[in-house]
């Protein structure tokens, strides 16, 4: 399995990116896929995740309402979307996948990750 993370960069506050992570070797539309983010001299944190079955969705509350994930299963490919981006949220960007049926928060339920792709936000 493989995951690939893609689309980060440096953007201004206020501006937006867009993520992407593409996945290989495993069946995309059975999987939940999910975004953490770690900032330098922080402990990983959950942003959102996307389950597979049922279309369940969560959000961190830090992010709710500015990111969006989605996913395009015939592409085998889970996006992330930061609007209104905050330099809090500069940090390396992970996604992962999961066996279980719906959206988890949890690290430790993600058995893939992928190398990160690192977003700052200036002030």
């Known amino acids: 399995v493989q995951l690939q993370a893609s689309g980060g960069g440096v953007v201004q506050a206020g501006g937006s990116l867009r993520l992407s992570c593409a996945a290989s070797g495993l069946t995309f539309s059975t999987y939940t896929m999910g975004w953490f983010r770690q900032a330098p001299g922080k402990e990983r944190e959950f942003v959102t995740a996307s389950g597979w079955r049922g279309g369940s969705t969560i959000y961190a509350d830090s992010v709710k309402g500015r990111f969006t994930i989605s996913r395009d299963n015939a592409k085998n490919t889970v996006y992330l979307q930061l609007n209104s981006l905050k330099p809090g949220d500069t940090a390396v960007y992970y996604c992962?996948?999961?066996?279980?049926?719906?959206?988890?928060?949890?690290?430790?339920?993600?058995?893939?990750w992928g190398q990160g792709t690192q977003v700052t936000v200036s002030s």
């Open positions: 992962a996948s999961s066996t279980l049926t719906r959206a988890t928060m949890w690290g430790h339920n993600y058995s893939y």
